[in-house]
C-alpha cells in the first residue's frame, strides 16, 4: 500500500504561481510512474502532468504546456508539479497518482503515461484561481 499526500493548494490571482508537492509512503517510490490529475466541479477527471520512474519522459495536457513543470525527487519520495501564470481555468482539486500501469486502448498499448493506469490516489489538494 502506497499513501499520497499532496500539499502546497490554495488561492491565488490569475497569473500567479503555485507548487504542488505529493510525498508518498512506502519503498518502490522509484520505480512508480507519477501523475498529477485534476477535476473540476461538473468535469471529468484529466491528465495534467505525469513522469516516469527516472524522469527521462514527461507528459503534458494541451493547456498547461508551457505553464507548468512536473519534476520528482526520489531521494525524498516526492513528485512536484510547479505552476506559473495560472488561469481561473485551472481551478480545480489536483490529485497524485502513482504506479501507473499501461493500458491497451482502441487495441493498442497507450503512449502516453497519463493514459496510464493508476493503482494509488492521494487525498487531493484544491487550487483556487480568481481572475
Known amino acids: 500500500q502506497v499513501l499520497l499526500v499532496e500539499s502546497g493548494g490554495g488561492a491565488v490571482e490569475a497569473g500567479g504561481s503555485l507548487r504542488l508537492s505529493c510525498a508518498a509512503s512506502g519503498s518502490a517510490f522509484d520505480t512508480y510512474v507519477l501523475g498529477w490529475f485534476r477535476q473540476a466541479p461538473g468535469k471529468e477527471r484529466e491528465g495534467v502532468s505525469c513522469?516516469?520512474?527516472?524522469?527521462?519522459?514527461?507528459s503534458y495536457a494541451d493547456s498547461v504546456k508551457g505553464r507548468f513543470t512536473i519534476s520528482r525527487d526520489n531521494a525524498k519520495n516526492t513528485v512536484y508539479l510547479q505552476m506559473n501564470s495560472l488561469k481561473s481555468e485551472d481551478t480545480a482539486t489536483y490529485y497524485c497518482?502513482?504506479?501507473?500501469?499501461?493500458?491497451?486502448?482502441?487495441?493498442?498499448?497507450?503512449?502516453?503515461?497519463?493514459?496510464?493506469?493508476?493503482?494509488?490516489w492521494g487525498q487531493g489538494t484544491q487550487v483556487t484561481v480568481s481572475s
Open positions: 513522469i516516469s520512474w527516472s524522469g527521462a519522459t514527461t
Open positions: 497518482a502513482a504506479d501507473g500501469i499501461p493500458k491497451e486502448i482502441g487495441g493498442s498499448w497507450s503512449l502516453d503515461i497519463c493514459q496510464y493506469d493508476y493503482n494509488y
